[in-house]
């Protein structure tokens, strides 16, 4: 017998710039050969793992001595063999047997990608092919599936896997992953995008280390504090250079993405649905299909890796209907009015919303029911007319007739106790039928697992959404989830519920869109507590935090525009002291740090000075003009001397480039160094506006615009190039 650990069938899977590499063993295991920038020919990767010195005290594989699996790279580890590291897929049969052998069976390839029902996934356009590794159990009769598509032109792949019950027997899954890739080393940085409420995706770069490390969320929602994602890249990986690998997951609810290095410096890269109270009753003849992972491989830093995520999901995540349609200037009422309005305070700032050029006037929290605060009504999605002045329909139209378009607010996962919703329905919120299920906020979850709740929502959704010329909703979720347990399942079903959970979610919003096609949905979970790939496929922005000081900001935005779009980060001018931390920052900068993601606008209006408002109307006016230019140029991220003091960006399109900096506290006596653009192509020239001077491309690049002395605290400064 050849050397089991020789590769015989060899998969390069590849994009324009990216190459992944998987081969089978002569053992039949499926192997992670090479994942990295697509290389120049095609080599043979027969030797990589023959040529593997062996190490001591693991356990042999198939009685052939020194063939051990747990310092090879597997493409899909499973639990109960010589590869006692921590498994893609743990799988139980109807013995209580979670011993699983997965060998190659065949590949099949598409020239598309197949959709993953029930759960959002990236489209596919000519440039994708999917290769579909299948992989078989023969005593479990577990067929498991890995399906890999390769966007050429993205330059992005996406994995997810199903697997297939032929046997007769019921199987309980227990750990499902969406993409496992094992490296041969460990020579890496993490990156995870963390934080908390009011702080989110802050980037954290951390060193690999012996054993585990990585992220997760038990919440119920993908959560503040951590993003579902996880790079690998080399020491030293700035936004502008070094190697880095980033994974992300096409899902909300809870998840792990987790590295493990092991006793040999291997490092096992993995994300997918978090096990930890997770469980999957997959009976005969039945198929589960696992979240979609997107995998970027960037060659020279975090620009590029940013790069081919925004313009990916773009593309091919976002709603086509709504993906690239110029996002309004939202004027939302939360900040300037919370539930304390009527009528004639909406009109008053609706008024002066359009005075200053605003666009769209979405009315927050506290329209409905009888809710004048936090502990009531939710639920009872029924305009309350007093305070309304008369009907919802009757206040759109004085809306509308201002020359503004209308939105809505709305919490559809959560009901009040105190709501009519709650009295008729006790039963539909997540609880157990013995503990007295938690109140956060004075609110409850509603089960949406159950299908009954999942139809009334979608009924009384659409019914707003048709009787009224609603053209975009804030999609709030306020509370995660605690006592997980549904009354839909048997006991021992109960691991399925929060994974349910997100099914019934996205089975709404998808019913939604599909009846609303231009409906803009704003997604919101307290700010940015579930700004994740899965809401991304139904919204046409995010709420990115809740803070909406601007310097608090620049970190957010700044970990959560490495992945999502721009026009994706919905980013408000509020008002000075600021709500949250107390900062005051001026309008100039507030603007900045907004438009780098889309603007809006949450203060009262009418409490400013006509000098305020002029300058707010001149603001917005100078970002209509830009506006395709900041919602969809390329988002690049510049070096500056004193990184966490200065910040600076710009947005560019193939004629024009807007830069923006921003230094947060004056230093004394210092002198500014100028600015260096990077991401240019190399022979333009560009006129530069305010100093009316032409600059060549490299000028840029190797030596910069000259910056102005900041004049105080919380700077800002803009340069607008026009290519000549
Ligand atoms: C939390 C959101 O993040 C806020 O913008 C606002 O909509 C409130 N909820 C309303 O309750």
């Not at 919440?219 to 020491?235: E, K």
Request: proline share 5%; with cysteine.
């Amino acid at each position: 017998m050849d050397n089991p650990r020789t590769i015989v069938q060899q998969f390069d899977l590849v994009t324009t710039r990216s190459q992944m590499t998987l081969g089978v063993m002569a053992s039949g295991h499926l192997v992670c050969l090479y994942l990295g920038p697509r290389l120049a020919s095609r080599v043979s990767f027969k030797n990589l793992l023959t040529d593997l010195n062996h190490a001591s005290y693991l356990a042999d594989t198939d009685g052939v001595r020194n063939f051990r699996l747990e310092q090879l790279p597997l493409a899909y580890p499973t639990f109960g063999n010589p590869d006692l590291r921590e498994p893609a897929l743990v799988v139980a049969d109807e013995t209580g047997s979670r011993i699983t052998d997965l060998r190659f069976d065949h590949l099949e390839t598409y020239p598309h990608k197949p959709a993953i029902t029930g759960l959002p996934s990236a489209r596919w356009d000519e440039q994708t092919r999917t290769w579909a590794f299948v992989l078989k159990d023969e005593q479990l009769h577990l067929q498991v599936t890995l399906v890999i598509s390769a966007d050429e032109d993205h330059d992005v792949f996406s994995q997810h896997v199903i697997y297939t019950n032929q046997g007769s027997h019921g199987l309980t899954i227990e750990r499902a992953f969406s993409f496992n890739w094992d490296f041969l080393s460990d020579q890496y940085q993490m990156l995870n995008l963390t934080g908390a409420w009011s702080r989110e995706n802050h980037l954290q770069w951390t060193p690999l280390k012996q054993g585990f490390q990585g992220v997760d969320s038990k919440r119920g929602a993908s959560g503040h504090g951590q993003n579902p994602f996880i790079a690998l890249a080399a020491p030293g990986t700035t936004w502008d250079h070094g190697q880095v690998i980033g994974v992300n997951l096409v899902y909300s609810g809870n998840f792990i993405a987790q590295a493990n290095v092991d006793m040999h410096q291997n490092t096992r890269l993995q994300i997918g649905i978090n096990p930890f109270n997770f469980s999957w009753q997959l009976n005969a003849h039945r198929t589960f299909k696992t979240p979609e992972a997107t995998i970027v491989i960037a060659e020279h830093g975090l620009n590029e890796l940013s790069a081919r995520y925004q313009r990916f999901y773009q593309d091919n995540l976002m709603r086509s209907a709504i993906a690239k349609t110029p996002r309004p200037v939202v004027i939302n009422n939360w900040e300037a009015t919370y539930f304390n309005f009527n009528k004639q305070s909406l009109l008053t700032l609706a008024k002066k919303a359009k005075q200053v050029g605003a666009e769209m006037f979405v009315l927050d929290d506290g329209w409905f029911g009888q809710r004048n605060n936090d502990t009531s009504s939710l639920g009872d999605w029924v305009p309350n007319t007093k305070k309304l002045g008369g009907s919802l329909t009757a206040l759109i139209k004085e809306i509308n007739q201002l020359g503004l378009r209308f939105g809505l607010w709305v919490e559809p996962e959560m009901v009040s106790p105190n709501s009519d919703l709650y009295r008729r329905h006790p039963n539909w919120i997540v609880a157990d039928e013995k503990h007295q299920p938690q109140l956060t906020r004075s609110q409850y979850v509603l089960d949406m697992s159950r299908s009954d709740v999942q139809d009334y929502l979608i009924y009384t959704l659409d019914t707003l959404l048709t009787e009224n010329n609603i053209e975009y909703l804030k999609w709030d979720m306020n509370r995660n989830i605690t006592d997980a347990y549904t009354q839909t399942v048997p006991p021992r079903r109960q691991g399925e519920f929060e994974h349910r959970y997100m099914l019934g979610l996205y089975r709404v919003l998808k019913a939604l869109v599909t009846k609303h096609p231009r409906l803009l949905i704003e997604g919101c979970a307290g700010g940015g507590g579930r700004f994740d790939a899965g809401m991304l496929a139904y919204c046409s922005a995010i709420w990115t935090s809740d803070d909406t000081d601007a310097i608090a900001r620049l970190p957010i935005q700044e970990g959560t525009g490495l992945l999502y779009p721009a026009a994706a980060m919905s980013a408000h001018v509020s008002a000075v002291p600021n709500e949250q931390i107390g900062r005051k920052t001026p309008l100039t900068t507030r603007g900045i740090v907004a438009e780098q993601g889309c603007l809006g606008y949450e203060l009262d209006l009418t409490k400013l000075t006509a000098a305020e408002l002029a300058a707010i109307q001149a603001q917005i006016a100078s970002y209509k003009k830009l506006r395709w230019i900041l919602q969809f140029g390329q988002l690049i991220r510049l070096p500056v001397a004193d990184p966490g003091n200065q910040w600076a960006w710009l947005k560019k399109t193939a004629d024009q480039i807007i830069v923006d900096r921003v230094t947060v506290l004056v230093q004394p006596n210092t002198v500014e160094k100028r600015q260096r653009l990077t991401g240019l192509p190399a022979n333009a020239l560009y006129f530069e506006q305010q100093t009316q001077r032409t600059y060549a491309a490299d000028f840029l690049m190797q030596v910069g615009l000259p910056v102005d002395r900041p004049t105080g605290d919380f700077f800002s400064q803009r340069w607008i190039l026009s290519r000549v």
